[in-house]
């Protein structure tokens, strides 16, 4: 029996509702835990949409999280050059760099509250 088979018998087990809907990336099959529709092979959660505009919104928030990932990841990449450079040239560029990646999650999170 393979992992995931496993994991969805367990999930059964413990009340998730097996859905006739399958994952848009695997095709495994979806499961409704606690209100959440989630893909136990891809092991995250999974929006249906019904329309066009939906779909839209949905994508629209997907880039922004994953625009934001991107911004906190380097600016730890920043952070940590600060912490181990002596050079004063280096250290002020980084910190400039953080500034941007600060205005740049400022004006994603602005996107994010009216999308």
């Not at 393979?2 to 059964?12: E, G, I």
């Not at 002596?86 to 994603?108: A, C, F, G, H, Y």
Request: aromatic share 6%; proline share 3%.
């Amino acid at each position: 029996m393979s992992v995931h088979v496993k994991r969805m018998a367990d999930l059964l087990k413990s009340g998730a509702i097996l859905l006739s809907e399958h994952c848009p990336v695997c095709n495994s099959p979806l499961f409704d835990i606690s209100g959440k529709i989630y893909c136990v092979k891809c092991d995250r959660p999974v929006q249906i949409v019904k329309s066009a505009e939906e779909e839209g919104k949905v994508k629209a928030d997907i880039f922004l999280a994953d625009l934001e990932e991107t911004f906190y990841l380097k600016m730890r990449e920043a952070i940590a050059a600060v912490k181990s450079e002596s050079e004063p040239d280096r250290v002020s560029k980084n910190l400039t760099l953080i500034s941007q990646w600060l205005d740049l999650l400022e004006r994603v999170k602005r996107l994010k509250q009216g999308a």
